[in-house]
């Protein structure tokens, strides 16, 4: 512990005697990757909640009240909570602060979830309870979302002894691999290809293109680059119509996708055909080929490839 040389905020020099307040670094707050996982929450967030006409510009100071954990909760679980719609005092902030994270505690827990917040560190503004709160949401209910791997931030903790401020860094890892975060399964060859045999993995997407134009010509379409030409599920859609050898309603999809939700839907039609057909169901999630996730991408290609590479 080291007297505090970091920027202090003023309420943090009233501190009782022994009392300690946690803040991320400012330069922590600069890393360009603790910025992309702030802005995808925050996408997110005002995602979910756009029917309620509620936009959150900043997590700490939107979020500290349980107001629009509240919304986001119930919208996330389909269900009501019984509390107070509008509270001003903070006893009232508190109680409904504990009734929402005692049902976020409810959902997490029987999974084993570690549980990194409490109600004294959301309605203090601590960003990184804040984040640890809303990532565990965001796996929870499988949101469509990507959220930046390995993110960590260098945490100040400031103690009050003996009249003076002390600090001491300490570092708060927010978000580990996708793999882990979104309860994928168990690593696969794409894994091993990804990490240790990128020659390889040249070689299959080679390989994945000439099978599906075999098939993709047929209508005069030609794919040239795997990572961009399946995420709106178009290209999904007709190839499994040709190679079940059937028309596909175009009411069925959309031919020409405009939004994200529209590309999910053609994604997550494929997927339909693809159980239909007698195929496993597909280790990616629509969210993810949209999101042009390259690994789920050949994933899902890879398990059409091993079933009709023979089908002329």
Same mark, same amino acid.
């Given at each position: ?11 943090d020099?009233?501190l ?34 756009v029917?309620e ?23 996330l679980a ?28 409810d ?12 109600v ?6 601590? /960003? &990184?309870?804040?984040?640890? @709160? #809303? ?6 209910? $499988?949101?469509?979302i990507?959220? %930046? *791997? ?32 979104m ?12 990490d ?8 299959v ?30 290209? /999904? &859609?007709?190839?499994?119509? @040709? #190679? ?6 175009? $009411?069925?999809?959309?031919?020409? %996708? *405009? ?10 039609f ?12 597909p ?8 999101n ?16 009709y590479?023979?089908?002329?």
């Open positions: 512990m080291s007297a505090a040389s970091v920027d202090v905020h003023p309420e020099t009233q009782e005697e022994n009392e300690e307040r946690t803040m991320i670094d400012p330069t922590s707050r600069e890393d360009p990757k603790f910025k992309e996982l702030v802005k995808v929450l925050l996408d997110w967030i005002n995602d979910v909640l029917e006409r509620i936009i959150v510009k900043q997590l700490e100071e939107d979020l500290y009240d349980g107001q629009v954990l509240q919304k986001l909760l119930e919208k389909d269900r009501k909570l019984d509390v107070a719609e509008v509270t001003q005092s903070e006893i009232g902030q508190r109680q409904k602060l504990q009734t929402v994270l005692e049902t976020v505690h959902l997490l827990r029987p999974h084993g979830w570690a549980l990194r917040w409490n004294d560190s959301i309605h203090s503004k601590n /960003l &990184v309870a804040i984040i640890h @709160l #809303l990532v565990s949401l965001a796996m929870h209910f $499988h949101a469509p990507r959220l %930046p *791997e390995h993110v960590s931030v260098q945490v100040v903790v400031v103690r009050k002894r003996e009249g003076l401020l002390h600090s001491s860094h300490v570092s708060e890892e927010l978000t580990t691999t996708t793999e882990m975060m309860g994928r399964f168990e690593r696969d060859a794409f894994d091993t290809l990804f240790h045999a990128p020659d390889k993995l040249t070689v997407k080679k390989s994945l293109i000439t099978f599906v134009n075999k098939h993709l010509n047929k209508l005069n379409l030609e794919v040239t680059e795997l990572e961009t030409q399946f995420a709106d599920g178009v290209y /999904l &859609v007709l190839l499994m119509g @040709l #190679l079940e050898d059937y028309f596909v309603p175009l $009411h069925n999809f959309y031919l020409t %996708p *405009e939004s994200f939700d529209q590309k999910v839907h053609n994604v997550a494929a997927f339909e055909l693809m159980l239909d057909a007698g195929l496993k169901k280790k990616a999630r629509p969210e993810d080929v949209v042009l996730d390259l690994k789920s991408t050949l994933r899902v290609l890879y398990n059409l490839f091993t079933k590479k023979d089908v002329e």
